[in-house]
């Protein structure tokens, strides 16, 4: 089939009568996230009329490569909407929640992966393999895309939970830089260099004289772990904490449920992982729990120690779906499960699931 | 005073009265917990007569320095220990299962650092801040230090044990390379020389490629994170994971506490982290848990995230006690704690732990 023809079941090309493909824009095109969104673009099937690229005023300009051709970035405002049937997000907090009302006032469906409208009751935060169905109700015509730290994880524990019934999740993080932008990935490649070939005694001695500025994190990232991601909440707990306890109860649709997250950035280039303790109504099994993550739409099961088997980041960057394993019974709760869960952040964490929000909302409107 | 006198009350030497300095042997003094050993005895109060140290066949012969002096290292064999009050051994487990009991034979009092002994019911697991009396009842002649990853954070438990009553521990671990010895710490330097300059591409490929040999450890460390540590134990449990179980249990005297540990090592020279979600027979207050672990000897806390405070390995590493920040109630239950803690694996970890329980035995032999 050529571009912009649709065929009947007789093969006869019925132009005058197709759908318009709705056209898309991808606002924050040129950062971290939004060039693994217009890999993703190119590379999942096309259901876009126009792709529009917007980005600050000082990358307009700028020519992107998407879906095999070259297209020029425009600045953001009020105009770069006109004629856009859906808008995705990926900028600061406060520049969505400018722009997004905007946006959304222009007639386009947006979709955020900002954390301004996540909490929001009245804007549905989505994973399409745990609650597709939320995309439909969103009575600002804005659609929230989950944290990469919560997404890193949701789809495993979404697929447990209809099974065994969650009650409590302990969840500690090793959070890649990726997850703080271009300038994350940047520090660490930057910091990286300028430990290698120093001696042990200066790798553990003081590393902010090896490596001058910590980028965007709190200390220094290579050689090291940081215990903090975000800003300062209520009673010492860290933003990005709160937003795992927050989110998973949202899109799980379980107000109560019991979280303690502890957030901390480790030296991995991309891909989040975490050690999630989860406790259910019901008892578990390794093997029944194995086999719900084994057949679970997005997960990838891959659990077999004994062979040298179980997910790293290294593993799992670049690709789609969850990885799980180190999957554990816990030896003194019949009801808990201890697994290992590593996920790309700036795909399935971001542009991934935005992406496919986004053909949610298309296929509705093509409909 | 000079070297080999005691002076009584009236400035009289009583060289004749003096009771006898015991006689120390460092038994794998030439490892990586061996080489920070040599410098711990060096720095703390000189309690020894004579330090001998002993490694294997091939070391023997070298020249090492403590106490400001070169001494020979020589062969471990059943004559090594001729002379010897207290013996520490930090060796791998077979070697110390074999050689433990001919050091006690001939009488020394072992400090062994192997899992050899760890779970022997007869043999004590000591941290002299939680349960320094065990050292006393020792009818294999042997005493065990615990495992550095159950180390690097029992101190601080212990101490909030004593106030609240510990019931539960989930902990997710951040282990350095050097917890896997020397080697360890030479993988993780050989590795960061060969990522360093590659492109961001490479680095997000397959490290593999770029790294060549994982080293010690059951896949690339550098920039990635591998969740396994020691060996594979019943129903996917590593047996690094059923220490940090069994060791707490021994330590804080609590047969029935329930713990679920997930062990992951990082790209860290050397100091282990964990974040350690603890749940208590009483409730707790953010407040309470600051001021105890303030208060307890052998623990930093470190705890104002507001003003970039809290632990992270390059702040610890050298440094003898056990730190703490990150103190949070858990929001959803009150009589649980979200902490994250650091220690210096080879210190209060391995050498400095050994150390301090070599020093108890000495206090009591020389009494």
């Known amino acids: ?217 709190a200390a220094p990232l290579v050689l090291n772990a940081v215990p903090w991601a975000g800003s300062l909440k209520d009673d010492g707990w860290s933003s990005e904490e709160l937003k795992v306890r927050g989110e998973s109860r949202k899109i799980l649709g379980l107000p109560n449920l019991r979280v303690s997250a502890t957030c901390v950035r480790i030296p991995v280039v991309t891909t989040h992982s975490l050690a999630v303790h989860a406790v259910f109504e019901r008892e578990v099994t390794q093997e029944r729990a194995q086999q719900i993550l084994a057949e679970a739409p997005g997960v990838v099961l891959y659990d077999d120690p004994g062979a040298g088997e179980f997910p790293t980041p290294n593993d799992v960057v670049g690709t789609d779906p969850t990885w799980v394993g180190r999957v554990r019974r816990s030896i003194d709760d019949p009801n808990a499960l201890d697994l290992f869960v590593c996920g790309d952040n700036l795909r399935k964490g971001a542009a991934l699931n935005t992406a496919q929000i986004a053909e949610l909302v298309a296929a509705e409107l093509t409909v």
């Not at 649709?6 to 060039?35: I, M």
């Not at 969103?138 to 697929?159: D, E, F, Y």
């Open 1 to 217: 089939m050529t571009g912009g023809e649709a065929v009947n079941g007789l093969g006869v090309a019925a132009r005058g009568d197709e759908p318009r493909k709705p056209n898309l824009a991808v606002v924050g095109a040129t950062g971290a996230v939004g060039t693994v969104m217009l890999g993703i673009l190119s590379a999942r099937q096309d259901v876009w009329g126009e792709v529009r690229l917007i980005a600050s005023a000082r990358s307009a300009g700028r020519l992107l490569s998407v879906r095999g051709r070259q297209v020029e970035v425009v600045a953001l405002s009020e105009e770069a909407f006109e004629g856009i049937d859906i808008a995705m997000f990926d900028v600061p907090d406060e520049v969505a929640a400018q722009w997004a009302p905007i946006a959304a006032a222009k007639g386009a469906v947006v979709v955020d992966n900002s954390g301004a409208f996540r909490m929001d009751e009245d804007v549905p935060l989505v994973v399409p393999e745990v609650n597709a169905a939320a995309v439909r109700i969103r009575p600002r015509g804005i659609i929230a895309n989950p944290n990469c730290t919560t997404l890193s994880m949701i789809v495993a524990l979404g697929a447990l939970h209809s099974e065994f019934g969650l009650q409590e999740l302990v969840v500690a993080s090793y959070q890649a830089a990726s997850g703080a932008g271009q300038s994350g990935i940047d520090a660490l490649r930057e910091q990286t260099l300028k430990v290698a070939g120093t001696t042990v005694g200066e790798q553990t001695g003081d590393l902010r004289a090896v490596i001058g500025d910590n980028g965007p994190f």
